[in-house]
């Protein structure tokens, strides 16, 4: 006959055998790991960029809230391993809720089924999930068997998917130990630092080419334009990109060099972003200006700051909620979940005011007065679309707007923060600043020539604009501004652009230079 007691964390079956009673233990840590590996499997795929203490909070959170339904399931179930069981189950629903949904609506398609409109709803997809938890659980509850097999299997499957991710995670920590370890943060002084101008590289992610968003968006930017003009700035109004995304644009613009080779060591078909991530981290750009007695700041709307701090002093946003900060990593993870549909109001402040912070913290650099390399990127006016024109607070679908007209609100209100923020770098800076504002791509709604059209505008005090010209390239900004401003002798590369699909940052495909550009 068999006879049932039970242990926090474990199921025990008492088999009462010829011989004596034989006690056996079944460990339910299933739960827990499924619980845990969603967290890791996101780090792990975004480790390039996510530090590694931005995993505390939420693992603390999940396992609080896993314990809290695993114990409240055991109390109705009478039965840890049902407890277990359903709890594994509810955390499956709620972390696939959102990799299901993209997947059926694959590419934003929208799908009716005569239901008044789009399936792409969070009141169907809400109640889809709902009904299957309250189905599944139903028949969990009311199964008599003891579902032993069940939990050996769960325990092994968990354990697998943190065994990955966790390799994952050590492969990439082997590959960079020794990258950029003999790199400090001291800048070294010069005898007299008193007349170095302040440099600003500020980039405002996917902001379009004055001419794209005439021609194809009709939007005329000229009122902006005109005010930078007004200020001095050199309009480079046929500027391309190097490259159409931001993890190779960024690396090959402040190492002021093209970043092709890099197919040659690492596999054409390579997800790996290791070297980039590197090159952006210890940059060519930093070093020169470190060494002439520069302070290195950067500031971040929330990414690309994993281990910057090495390098350089780094300005990110914080918020909080319940008392508790939370990185940009939470957040994504948060948007991940079938938590997804209930969280738009507070993922969209977290984005506006990340946004804000960037703005706000380059106002307030001025204030210190050593000489200083700042490199700020600003997602902006990049989707999420949660800006209008006046900077109003929208949703993240930013209802009653197409895709274009969300992203002409935004720049809108960019062209209106950039406008403040030159006021009072200028106004407050005791040497002329350098200032460099540029896009890292542009758009790509309607091709892909367009998304190589980008913003780029140079303020360089005191100096001749000759050298520079309206085709000029990002890869060839430094070498211009070191050879002004530092004496240096650096050579003008060719001004090329390369397209890589998503997720292939190693395919360069070479895009046709523009017909009559200069």
């Not at 089924?113 to 009311?142: A, D, E, H």
């Not at 940059?283 to 002439?292: A, D, G, P, Q």
Request: hydrophobic share 40%.
């Amino acid at each position: 006959m068999r006879l049932w007691c039970a242990k926090p964390g474990y199921a025990k079956i008492l088999v009462v055998e010829k011989r004596g009673i034989k006690l056996k233990r079944l460990p339910v840590i299933h739960p827990f790991l499924f619980a845990i590996a969603p967290v890791v499997f996101l780090f792990a795929y975004n480790i390039y960029e996510v530090p590694a203490t931005d995993l505390l909070l939420p693992i603390v959170v999940v396992i609080i809230g896993t314990l809290i339904l695993f114990f409240s399931l055991r109390l109705v179930t009478r039965s840890y391993i049902k407890a277990g069981i359903i709890t594994s189950y509810l955390l499956v629903l709620a972390f696939s809720y959102v990799p299901i949904r993209h997947l059926v609506l694959f590419n934003d398609l929208v799908l009716s089924l005569n239901l008044g409109g789009s399936i792409n709803r969070p009141l169907y997809w809400g109640s889809l999930w709902v009904l299957l938890f309250i189905t599944g659980t139903f028949l969990l509850i009311k199964c008599r068997s003891d579902f032993r097999i069940l939990t050996k299997f769960l325990n092994v499957t968990a354990v697998t998917l943190i065994v990955i991710s966790l390799i994952n995670i050590s492969v990439y920590e082997i590959k960079t130990i020794n990258i950029g370890q003999d790199e400090t943060n001291d800048e070294r002084s010069l005898v007299n630092t008193e007349n170095l101008p302040d440099i600003y590289y500020i980039i405002l992610d996917m902001y379009a080419r004055a001419d794209t968003l005439k021609e194809l968006y009709d939007y005329d930017n000229s009122e902006f334009i005109d005010y930078l003009t007004n200020k001095g700035f050199y309009m480079a109004s046929r500027s391309r990109s190097n490259y159409s995304q931001s993890v190779l644009s960024l690396p090959s613009s402040v190492n002021m060099k093209y970043i092709n080779y890099l197919s040659d060591t690492v596999d054409i078909d390579s997800r790996d972003q290791t070297m980039l991530w590197e090159m952006l981290k210890n940059n060519e750009v930093s070093r020169f200006l470190k060494s002439k007695g520069y302070r290195y700041i950067f500031i971040t709307s929330g990414f690309f700051e994993k281990g910057m701090n090495k390098y350089a002093q780094v300005y990110r946003p914080q918020q909080y909620i319940f008392g508790m900060k939370l990185s940009n990593f939470a957040v994504c993870l948060i948007e991940s979940t079938a938590l997804s549909p209930f969280t738009p109001k507070f993922i969209g402040h977290y984005n506006r005011e990340s946004i804000l912070y960037c703005f706000d913290t380059l106002a307030d650099m001025p204030d210190i007065k050593q000489p200083k390399f700042v490199f700020a990127h600003i997602i902006c006016p990049h989707p999420p679309y949660v800006f209008d024109s006046d900077g109003n607070p929208v949703g993240q679908d930013n209802e009653g707007y197409s895709k274009i007209e969300s992203y002409l609100e935004q720049l809108i209100f960019t062209n209106k923060k950039v406008i403040t923020l030159v006021d009072e770098i200028l106004s407050k800076s005791d040497v002329p600043p350098i200032i460099i504002l540029q896009a890292d791509h542009g758009t790509g709604f309607l091709g892909r020539d367009e998304r190589m059209n980008i913003f780029n505008a140079y303020y360089l005090p005191e100096k001749d604009n000759s050298l520079l010209y309206k085709s000029i390239t990002p890869v060839n900004s430094f070498r211009i501004v070191f050879n002004l401003y530092f004496d240096t002798d650096y050579d003008l590369l060719e001004d090329k652009s390369y397209y890589t699909p998503p997720q292939y940052q190693y395919h360069f495909i070479p895009v046709p230079p523009e017909s009559n550009s200069d």
